[in-house]
């Protein structure tokens, strides 16, 4: 069945890093433009960064530009979805999810079919 696994997450210092990774399988995620999203307690999920199904194309939100890369693998048989994530802000904390396969507006999260369970990142002041 369509699985997508993400990993990374974790406790970090301001101004630190994390790579965050999403391991896609069960589906034609060769085909799908995938995203990260996030959502931080009590507030809306909200657009990360997104990338085309082939990678040339690369989307972010102003909040995490210059300091986020999302990038992709299609040569293997799992998909596998990254961000970097550098120059870490306390604002940053949230639980982060990755998606797949969005049916409209890449930055919507409404519009993407398929999730991952999410992993926390939690950047300390």
């Known amino acids: 069945q369509v699985q997508l696994v993400e990993s990374g997450g974790g406790l970090v210092q301001a101004g630190g890093s994390l790579r965050l990774s999403c391991a896609a399988s069960g589906g034609t995620f060769r085909s799908y433009a995938m995203g990260w999203f996030r959502q931080a307690p009590g507030k809306e999920r909200e657009f990360v960064a997104a990338?085309?199904?082939?990678?040339?194309?690369?989307?972010?939100a102003d909040s995490v530009k210059d300091r986020f890369t999302i990038s992709r693998d299609n040569a293997k048989n799992t998909v596998s979805l990254q961000l970097q994530m550098n120059s870490l802000k306390p604002e940053d904390t949230a639980v982060y999810y990755c998606a797949a396969d969005p049916r409209g507006d890449i930055t919507n999260y409404a519009d993407y079919a398929h999730w991952g369970q999410g992993t926390q990142v939690t950047v300390s002041s």
């Open positions: 990338i085309g199904w082939s990678g040339g194309r690369t989307y972010y």
